[in-house]
């Protein structure tokens, strides 16, 4: 986003929409900046293989952006973010030179791994114009549960009893508070259990033999759980799938959302939504938490919405002061205040809050280094 | 290693050796550099949990050397390197600052993702000295395989057969010539076989489903193999093991080694291994090729002792000619001149002749922007 000085130009590279390469046995595609997720996802199923990345704007979002923002999604527990499926990249470096480092190899001890420096540095150091990434075996075979929890703890002990018995095959563990829940539901979702339950978990296990029971081995690992759903089919799946993709949208019809994207230690989840949930309904009674998140990863959407009845203007006048809440409670669990969304302009100078003061200075050192006329997304993530 | 000069020091952090904190639910280990990387497998093990790094070493190499050289090893295939296995590191700098990054996250888009610049820098930007280290769900069950194969192109088709079919299960593929494997022999190991092979791999799959079928797995993925022997129990899998890992030692008893680590993309080993093997047999008639490695990486130890009946010396002698042509290859298919055993001192120049121009300005100017004096580990990895 520019800004109002009128000598900024955003740089489109949606031209840059060529998949250079595909090769199956070395399980790697290279493709340009602007080839879209969703034609990534496609080659590969062509050949018959994975590309995991996947998240709500796959159908426009560009290869060039997952890298820049370093972009998570819904299988992050599995297969890791984008930082974990490049091997290597092709950068325009502000001073004009290209560095051609699209190398296809999963070992290379030959100095110092430059390309994470790029990698989620929302393109303050460069122009990121193609990259190798990683492709996966075929998924054949996926299981679906939707699960009611008495509380978050329950929850943090259903992921470790399911990953200890299904290991690699747990793919999401998807965490949801009724209140968001009941947002989905008012747009006319169906609630698969009769009564209402404190909380709910998206379970989805997959695997590559076709054959593989997923389902008994989801059903083998829920004890502690309060009730729970296997998906009979896909239809089903898709159902449940959509009370948790449905949060944020239904959440938008109930006022102002204030979001927030916080990762802490998975063990301390328990205890993060209940400091953070009391502080937060001492500032404001009556707000509503809408506290849900790819839990697997420690990673919770913390939004909030106003109290029923009250005024929009006044809810959204204190964003500042409840982010604030929200930030120092992940901070005081050694979490951080953005998993998957970036720093961009508008957390530019709330980090410098919570960083460390060494760490701050280094990021500020390697930007002067390599854009030093800071020509480079001006303004944002360092000072 | 220090230079003549007798201004160098070493520093040893072997008393740096707690592990701070263990999270069974996060999945992570906090260590110090100095505790040893068996220390680390045996405390997570203790947890029902497994630290996947694994190497010959592992009895005395310690974690801040694993970081310092980003350690590969047997399970890369599966779980990745050191590199993919870290969320934090705590860095004394070479301006005498420490940096706490010890985050046990594994989302964190706050700015640029510094922990990459210091592992597998080989200690030339400053002294790590603690980790926080990634955990997996413990191994319940194992099926081991050793194979024999026409030439390294079934080893490939075979890499991603079994892949295609066991995913994630595959933690091992080794490939070996027959000449590799014919010195073990000669140590006393019993060949599986009754007739030689021109290729062998290893191929081992993993699961923590205990009751999960795997030789079944491991028996539907082998077509186009030539022979092939399952383990019956852990004795056998490990005298499969012997074969694999005793090539090293026994390579020693053939006179002088000329060892090299490389990588190309896994579609290119064929093509590499036959191209390179010409071209050394040309320049050496008789030269023994004892080519074998993680080929699931695509990472090969292309190691030559000499012609049976000719002197050691003769051929030591000719080990910067010949690494040139297996290097010049290496190049030559994209790959790397050092899949995981680093730069050090030997190839700081040899380097200069494979990487681009630019990304050797770029490590240049990393070095000299966090280590102006060049105080740490001088005459390594860059000039």
Chains 1, 2 share one sequence.
Not at 25 to 39: K, Y
Not at 271 to 295: M, Q, S, W
């Amino acid at each position: 986003m520019p800004d109002d000085s009128g000598t900024q130009v955003v740089l489109s590279l949606t031209r840059l929409r060529r998949i250079r390469a595909l090769d199956p046995a070395n399980h790697t595609i290279t493709v340009e900046a602007g080839v879209v997720l969703a034609d990534v996802q496609a080659a590969a199923r062509g050949a018959g293989l994975l590309f995991p990345l996947s998240l709500g704007a796959e159908g426009s979002c560009t290869i060039g952006g997952n890298l820049a923002t370093n972009a998570g999604g819904t299988a992050v527990l599995r297969y890791g973010t984008m930082r974990d499926l490049t091997l290597g990249l092709e950068i325009v470096l502000p001073d004009g030179r290209v560095w051609d480092g699209l190398r296809a190899l999963r070992k290379d001890n030959t100095g110092y791994d430059l390309k994470h420096l790029f990698i989620g540095a929302e393109g303050t150091l460069g122009v990121i114009t193609a990259a190798v990434l990683t492709l996966f075996p075929g998924i054949r075979a996926r299981a679906t549960a939707w699960v009611a929890l008495p509380s978050p703890r329950a929850a943090v002990d259903l992921i470790g009893q399911v990953r200890a018995l299904a290991g690699d095959r747990l793919t999401t563990f998807e965490l949801m508070s009724r209140q968001a829940v009941e947002f989905v539901l008012r747009n006319g979702n169906r609630d698969p259990f009769r009564e209402p339950h404190p909380w709910y978990a998206l379970v989805e296990l997959t695997d590559t033999l076709p054959d593989s029971d997923l389902d008994s081995v989801l059903a083998a690992a829920m004890t502690g759980v309060t009730d729970a759903v296997l998906a009979a089919g896909p239809a089903q799946a898709a159902a449940l799938r959509g009370l948790r993709e449905g949060i944020s949208e239904a959440q938008n019809h109930e006022g102002p959302s204030l979001k927030h994207d916080v990762t802490v230690p998975i063990s301390d989840l328990p205890a993060f939504v209940e400091h953070t949930g009391a502080a937060l309904r001492k500032a404001v009674p009556g707000i509503r938490l809408v506290t849900y998140g790819h839990v697997g990863d420690g990673n919770l959407h913390y939004n909030l919405s106003k109290p029923p009845g009250s005024g929009d203007a006044a809810f959204a006048a204190r964003a500042d002061e409840l982010a604030r809440i929200v930030y120092d409670a992940t901070a005081s669990f050694g979490g951080s205040i953005s998993a998957e969304h970036g720093l961009g302009q508008s957390k530019t100078e709330t980090i410098r809050d919570y960083k460390p003061t060494v760490e701050l200075d280094l990021m500020g050192q390697v930007k002067r280094l390599l854009d030093p006329a800071g020509l480079m997304n001006p303004g944002k993530v360092v000072t």
